[in-house]
T-cell receptor
Framework: DGGITQSPKYLFRKEGQNVTLSCEQN?????MYWYRQDPGQGLRLIYY???????QKGDIAEGYSVSREKKESFPLTVTSAQKNPTAFYLC???????????????FGSGTRLTVV | DQQVKQNSPSLSVQEGRISILNCDYT??????FLWYKKYPAEGPTFLIS?????DKNEDGRFTVFLNKSAKHLSLHIVPSQPGDSAVYFC????????????FGEGTQLTVNP
């Protein structure tokens, strides 16, 4: 079955540590995205990539980094520079850079990151 | 700058009645609008969409209405069912930004049996 897999589902991080959230898709989608969900703030875009080896900052990129070395994978690193990293992180993909029409994104099931 | 706003954080309706979820936007360049449904600890799933060239799109119990002059869209669910209880996100895109979506804050819908 095609879909997006995010791992782990729950992640605990100590202050000062970097952590990497995994996102893998087998939908053959060109575009991938990382969103963060906080209560009362909806989904905010962190980074997105419309093609392999290229990515752009979203609205809240500070303290995060990404890579897109393969079409299937778009890992997100939460660095120690991110001051408030506790949140629910969602990865998504779409068919192509200009393919919003019709079905929009396919989302993963999310990773809950907690700083301890 | 919140370009997509859902002003009602929550909505409660009785089973069998109509649920109306509202969404306002400020960016006149938005030309495609979508609604997503999200259960706790899961990713959102696509529900229904509408292009700016239309003012209504219907899919079973779900209908989305778009009022471009008012920069307002709404999602109607008729009849509402307890399984519809979830958070609903409105999202919008503009052609010049490619596939990037801008989401609203979400509305928690509770359908009471």
């Amino acid at each position: 079955d095609g879909g997006i897999t995010q791992s782990p589902k729950y992640l605990f991080r100590k202050e000062g540590q970097n952590v990497t959230l995994s996102c893998e898709q087998n939908l053959n989608h060109d575009a991938m995205y990382w969103y963060r969900q906080d209560p009362g703030q909806g989904l905010r875009l962190i980074y997105y990539s419309q093609i392999v080896n290229d990515f752009q900052k979203g609205d809240i990129a500070e303290g995060y980094s990404v890579s897109r070395e393969k079409k299937e994978s778009f890992p997100l690193t939460v660095t120690s520079a991110q001051k408030n990293p506790t949140a629910f992180y969602l990865c998504a993909s779409s068919i192509g850079a200009y393919s919003t029409g019709g079905y929009g994104y396919t989302f993963g099931s999310g990773t809950r990151l907690t700083v301890v | 700058d919140q370009q997509v706003k859902q002003n009602s954080p929550s909505l409660s309706v009785q089973e069998g009645r109509i649920s109306i979820l509202n969404c306002d936007y400020t960016n006149s360049m938005f030309d495609y609008f979508l609604w997503y449904k999200k259960y706790p600890a899961e990713g959102p799933t696509f529900l229904i969409s509408i292009s700016s060239i239309k003012d209504k799109n219907e899919d079973g119990r779900f209908t989305v209405f778009l009022n471009k002059s008012a920069k307002h869209l709404s999602l109607h669910i008729v009849p509402s069912q307890p399984g519809d209880s979830a958070v609903y996100f409105c999202a919008a895109s503009e052609e010049t930004s490619g596939s990037r979506l801008t989401f609203g804050e979400g509305t928690q819908l509770t359908v009471n049996p």
